[in-house]
């Protein structure tokens, strides 16, 4: 089985990276694909077509977020819903 995980440098991300032995686990961090980009994650799926995701990447740096609102949006928001389609 092929699993993808998102978010593997975080701490949810990288905890899970070592809980599926015997099966191709896919660790992206935040360098290795860029998931606001919409291209980039469509053609990233068309080709490594993976049977489960898990979607640990996120925005955490909270006083961050509320002097910079887009980034957040665009990480937490927008990137998620292109890795959900």
Request: aromatic fraction near 8%.
């Amino acid at each position: 089985m092929r699993i993808l995980i998102t978010g593997a440098e975080g701490q949810v991300g990288s905890a899970l990276c070592n809980k599926f032995p015997g099966n191709e686990v896919i660790a992206l961090g935040k360098h290795t694909l860029d998931i606001t980009n919409k291209d980039q994650v469509s053609t990233f799926f068309r080709e490594v077509k993976p049977d489960i995701v898990f979607h640990c990447a996120a925005y955490t740096q909270v006083d961050q977020c509320e002097k910079d609102k887009k980034k957040p949006y665009e990480i937490n928001g927008i990137a998620t819903g292109l890795i959900a389609q």
